[in-house]
């Protein structure tokens, strides 16, 4: 790369960084979290807006496709979400530890295969057709449709809940924890409708799934129970140098690794940067967490300076918000799929022995649809499985729902001060990571 492709770079950099912190601070001020302003940020910068100022305005900014500019700045969101996971891995306590089994049960029993099963039966006798892509006739279109109704957001809700400083709490353990299984099979859904309309000579279906859910079973399970124990014993190695004198440097070559394996296995690498941070401070027990509070801080200070605003910044950047915008069907989906959600997911918390207060605040959290949702639609949207105007309504309705439940849970927060009778303290805003250690209340820049 030389010193002119370079230049294009820095200046992406600038502007998206500072429009991205301007709008975030604007956005906490307004009560809502810091992303919701980033996206927008995104969003302005996009074709979309930027480019009715100037043709190909946006393209000149964040660089045509395979340019090097797009290529680093690709980059760079990648890395700011897997810091982003990395540290919510860190942060998560008792995630799938045997008091979340019950609750866990039945939020993925009633509270995500009922609503998938009752859009895949909508989806099959509604009059859906104009909402349907050139190859989404038949199964295809109403497993995609059911799997955004039914996901979770993994790094939008890692970040509420880290803008909180609630991201220790059983409430963040437990709403992760059933995310993680169900973006299992949100994937595992993915490969089922794409693999329906593939061509012709292509891995089979079944062989395929089965792989893909084996392998990713697999790793999640090594990583959420040997692997912390595997790493409790490196860590205490006097041969060691890195955990003794650079525990910064052996926390993000631990990250890297752990993602590269995903990779490797072809696993979600989100996955891996998340079960990275969590086997890093030991696992359920978090044994570790104290031995690398300062690593951790550093990199969180680091991360949600530069990384991680980036990166929601890139995702707003890259929303397709022009043609085939539909109200009628953004309100169908985004109003029915979350009342079926939210109306599921507080039947189960209500089974597992919760109060109503803190089964809306799992309903409404469980509903945030984020990043998943916006990767679901656009696959299946360049897959040929949905029509733009649908697709419109899969990403409207993950910022929809994500904005609600920040704003929701920090509501909740300041009026009882508990989550699942749990107390939580210091949480009274959503601005930068408050359980970040070693940050002082005159570095927490935003203060809603």
């Not at 770079?9 to 601070?25: R, S, T, Y």
Request: charged share 15%.
């Amino acid at each position: 790369m030389t010193e002119a492709q370079v230049g294009p770079i820095l200046i992406a950099l600038v502007v998206l960084l500072g429009v991205g912190h301007a709008l975030g601070f604007a956005a906490a001020r307004l009560g809502q979290p810091r992303f919701v302003g980033e996206i927008v940020a995104g969003v302005l910068v996009g074709p979309h807006v930027l480019d009715r100022v100037g043709s190909g305005a946006s393209a000149a900014l964040l660089g045509e496709q395979g340019s090097p500019t797009a290529l680093v700045l690709g980059f760079v969101s990648w890395l700011g979400l897997l810091l982003l996971m990395f540290v919510s891995g860190s942060e998560v306590r008792r995630v799938l530890a045997r008091e979340q089994r019950r609750p866990t049960a039945w939020i993925l029993g009633l509270g995500t295969a009922v609503p998938f099963a009752l859009v895949v039966a909508a989806g099959a006798v509604l009059p859906l057709d104009p909402l349907r892509g050139p190859r989404g006739q038949g199964a295809s279109f109403v497993i995609v449709l059911a799997a955004a109704a039914a996901v979770t957001s993994i790094p939008v809700i890692s970040r509420i809940f880290l803008e909180l400083g609630i991201g220790h709490t059983r409430f963040a353990s437990l709403v992760l924890g059933v995310a993680m299984v169900e973006d299992v099979a949100l994937f595992a859904a993915l490969a089922v409708a794409t693999s329906l309309v593939a061509d012709p000579g292509t891995t089979p279906v079944a062989s395929e799934v089965a792989t893909r859910i084996a392998v990713t079973v697999g790793f999640l399970g090594l990583g959420l129970v040997v692997a912390p124990e595997v790493l409790r014993r490196v860590q205490t190695l006097r041969m060691n140098v890195l955990v003794r004198r650079q525990r910064v440097a052996y926390a993000l070559l631990l990250m890297l690794a752990y993602t590269a394996l995903a990779a490797a296995l072809d696993v979600n690498v989100v996955f891996g940067a998340f079960l990275a941070g969590f086997g890093m401070v030991g696992g359920l027990g978090g044994a570790e967490r104290e031995r690398f509070a300062g690593a951790l801080d550093a990199i969180g200070r680091v991360g949600f300076a530069t990384f991680i605003p980036l990166y929601f910044v890139l995702v707003g950047a890259r929303l397709e918000l022009g043609g085939g915008f539909s109200w009628s069907a953004l309100v169908l989906f985004l109003v029915g799929s979350s009342l079926v959600r939210i109306g599921a997911v507080w039947l189960s918390g209500r089974a597992s022995g919760f109060a109503p207060a803190d089964a809306t605040d799992l309903a409404i959290a469980m509903n945030a649809r984020g990043g998943p949702g916006i990767v679901l639609a656009t696959i299946a949207y360049e897959a040929g499985i949905i029509a733009p105007s649908l697709f419109t309504a899969f990403v409207a309705t993950a910022a929809v729902t994500s904005q609600l439940a920040g704003w929701w849970l920090g509501r909740a927060i300041r009026r009882r001060g508990e989550l699942l009778g749990e107390p939580v303290q210091g949480a009274h805003g959503v601005g930068l990571v408050r359980s970040m250690p070693g940050m002082s209340s005159s570095e927490e820049p935003t203060r809603p």
